[in-house]
């Protein structure tokens, strides 16, 4: 069965600080991936995905994350984070026809 | 465009008792995803369809039930509630089937505390 993993369960960092997440996936085939953002109290919503192509993908509010097939990986980046970014931030694979599987997730909170 | 809802917002339920969790969508996606969210431990897909009258089992599906009888609906039933089912709920739709590299867009969310 395919998983994610996503090394850190919590990490704090100062405002304009660099910021990476690190993601895993155990699937072989081609795949689909994803990282989504769930603000406190809210639903989950679509930061960048990756399919095909340039492995280097750009997201929404300055989030890029670079697909390294070698590594099974696909970490999340962000040059300086802001307050606004305090999060909980999912990794997640699609394979198959329909499958759809999630990370633990990795909270961020940010210190002004 | 209202996208995924889900009713209601906040349930507490008494063990035992048994109620319906809603989820509709109106952007005509083949797939939809029923999934709980507990603190640290990430989503669990609980059941999905990916059509009208197909649904399946996720990993966690014991003590639930789904049903899909229309493209757009696709409520949970919880029908002897458990402490361990106190948890938030997700549903996500997703275009799917000849698009599979599309993303899910979930609902708001369900808070179940079971007492």
């Known amino acids: 069965a395919q998983s994610v993993s996503q090394h850190n369960h919590h990490v704090i960092l100062s405002e304009a600080a660099s910021l990476e997440l690190g993601c895993n996936y155990s699937?072989?085939?081609?795949?689909?991936l994803f990282w989504y953002v769930q603000y406190p109290g809210q639903h989950l919503q679509l930061l960048l995905k990756?399919?095909?192509?340039?492995?280097l993908v750009k997201g929404i509010k300055g989030f890029e994350a670079e697909f390294i097939k070698s590594k099974f990986s696909f970490n999340l980046r962000k040059p300086s984070v802001q307050w606004s970014d305090t999060a909980e931030y999912f990794c997640a694979q699609g394979a198959g026809s329909y499958q759809l599987t999630f990370g633990k997730g990795t909270k961020l909170s940010v210190i002004p | 465009n209202a996208g995924v809802t889900q009713t209601p917002k906040f349930r507490i339920l008494k063990i035992g008792q048994s109620m319906t969790l809603q989820c509709a969508q109106d952007?005509?996606?083949?797939?939809m995803y029923w999934y709980r969210q507990d603190p640290g431990m990430g989503l669990k897909l609980i059941y999905y369809?990916?059509?009208?009258?197909?649904?399946d089992k996720g990993e966690v599906p014991n003590g639930y039930n789904v049903s899909r009888s229309t493209t757009e609906d696709f409520p949970l039933r919880l029908e002897l509630a458990a402490p361990s089912q106190t948890s938030v709920y997700f549903c996500?739709?997703?275009?799917?089937?000849?698009?599979?590299?599309?993303?899910?867009?979930f609902g708001q969310g369900t808070r179940l505390t079971v007492v």
């Open positions: 996500a739709s997703r275009l799917g089937q000849g698009a599979r590299n599309t993303e899910a867009f």
């Open positions: 369809s990916v059509g009208a009258g197909i649904t």
């Open positions: 990756y399919f095909s192509g340039d492995p």
């Open positions: 699937y072989g085939g081609t795949v689909n």
């Open positions: 952007m005509n996606h083949n797939y």
